[in-house]
């Protein structure tokens, strides 16, 4: 064992003085650890540039249909959510993309969206409209030589996201569209892609058409059209990046680390039905933050929040919502860089119990040193909600 160790971290004992040889042995494990964590994140590259390429020609997909969108575009799912052939196209370039970038690798893929709609009669022409987008997506970034995907192929990489997730192995997480009431007021959203491994997310990529490359303090502020475009990214032990989605330079980002909440702005839904306004109103107040919330749809604001755009996100759902872990997955690890993400009773988010994300209550996101100060706030908040009903 000790050899193989010896071997592995290229030693020489032989040519070790007296006095090293017992310090070798007490900082094996350590050297060990410090080998192991080299190749855990060396190992997740091929997967992340795979997840980059799949996010951003998804991105190039969504941007499209956003510019012309249609009327026949859009469908209504059976909980009444939209949903577009941008979301359809999205999760189809997204699932074709990695199965073909990683042919070495057990594929599994944990997304949102599934062909049962799309496969009635009535949806015919919309089936017929993501085929189109999905074939001109992969020619545009030199798949041409290829086979153009046929209607059924379509339907089955969109199928490909049906697995259930789960504590062993890896699987990738997808939401094709974060925000789709964003998509279409023509507003934030996100496409959201990220790997679990052994239940934990490993790796993240967030690509956020709409989102200005620079800071965002208000929603009035995201109007502009100018400069926009981010795609942020981020794999276990080696930090958060941003760069534009148009392919700049990656800059090293991360989260505020202020520890004055009258200097921390934050973030919630912009839909009211999504999040319980009132209540992140009441715990802002008595957390002391004076600026007013920032609203923007989807995991932009993880985005947003991991490159230090305000210091805190409150999301919390009305009764009944169960939260999916594509909707948070790449979001969390990208705030991981100077950031944490917990439930309303300070528990670390679980992503290895399958599909759902179930909680205590609602989703809190700052810094380190305000997590503290913000949970007796979120606490107390919910006391107070709860005695008034
Ligand atoms: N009733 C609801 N409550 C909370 N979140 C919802 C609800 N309906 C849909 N969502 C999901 O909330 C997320 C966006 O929320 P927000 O923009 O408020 O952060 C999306 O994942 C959206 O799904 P979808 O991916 O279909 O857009
Ligand atoms: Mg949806
Ligand atoms: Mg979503
Ligand atoms: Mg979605």
Redesign the pocket.
């Known amino acids: 064992m000790v050899a193989s160790i010896v071997r592995t971290l290229q030693l020489n004992p032989t040519t070790l003085s007296p006095i090293s040889r017992p310090l070798l042995f007490f900082s094996i494990p350590l050297q060990l650890r410090a080998v192991r964590r080299a190749s855990v994140s060396m190992s997740y590259n091929r997967q992340l540039a795979a997840a980059k390429k799949a996010a951003a020609l998804a991105a190039c997909l969504c941007q499209k249909v956003q510019k012309a969108l249609l009327q026949s575009d859009v469908q209504s799912k059976y909980?009444k959510?939209?949903?577009t052939v941008a979301?359809y196209g999205s999760q189809a370039v997204v699932s074709y993309i990695l199965e073909k970038e990683l042919p070495s690798m057990s594929f599994s893929l944990v997304a949102?969206e599934d062909s049962e709609d799309l496969r009635k009669e009535e949806a015919q022409g919309m089936l017929k409209r993501i085929t189109e987008l999905v074939n001109e997506t992969l020619a545009s970034d030199g798949m041409a030589d290829m086979m153009p995907l046929s209607e059924e192929d379509v339907l089955v990489a969109i199928d490909s996201g049906k697995s259930e997730g789960g504590p062993h192995g890896q699987h990738w997480v997808l939401?094709p569209?974060?925000?789709?009431?964003?998509?279409l007021r023509g507003d934030?959203?996100a496409i959201a892609l990220a790997l679990l491994d052994e239940g934990k997310v490993v790796l993240g990529v967030l690509a956020c058409p709409n989102l200005p490359l620079a800071a965002v303090a208000s929603h009035n502020q995201l109007i502009s059209k100018d400069d926009v475009g981010c795609l942020f990214y981020a794999h276990v032990g080696t930090g958060t990046y941003m760069q534009s989605l148009d392919g700049s330079k990656s800059t090293k980002v991360h989260v505020s680390a202020t520890e004055n909440p009258e200097e921390a702005s934050f973030f919630?839904?912009?839909?009211a039905?999504?999040?319980m306004h009132d209540l992140s109103g009441l715990i802002a107040k008595k957390l002391g933050v004076k600026a007013p919330p920032v609203r923007?749809?989807?995991?932009a604001?993880y985005g947003a929040l991991s490159r230090g755009d305000g210091a805190i996100y409150l999301?919390f759902?009305?009764k009944g919502?169960r939260?999916?872990i594509?909707?948070h997955a790449a979001g969390y690890i990208v705030v991981a860089a100077g950031g944490v993400a917990t439930d309303a009773a300070g528990n670390p988010l679980d992503f290895s119990r399958g599909r759902y994300l179930d909680m205590d209550t609602g989703i809190i996101v700052t810094n380190q040193k305000l997590m503290p100060a913000l949970l007796k706030a979120v606490q107390e908040s919910l006391k107070e909600k709860a005695s008034s009903l």
């Open positions: 909980d959510t939209p949903v979301d949102e939401d569209i974060d925000g789709t009431k964003g998509f934030q959203y919630e839904s912009f839909e039905a999504h999040s923007i749809d989807s995991q604001k999301r759902p009305h919502y939260e999916k594509w909707d």
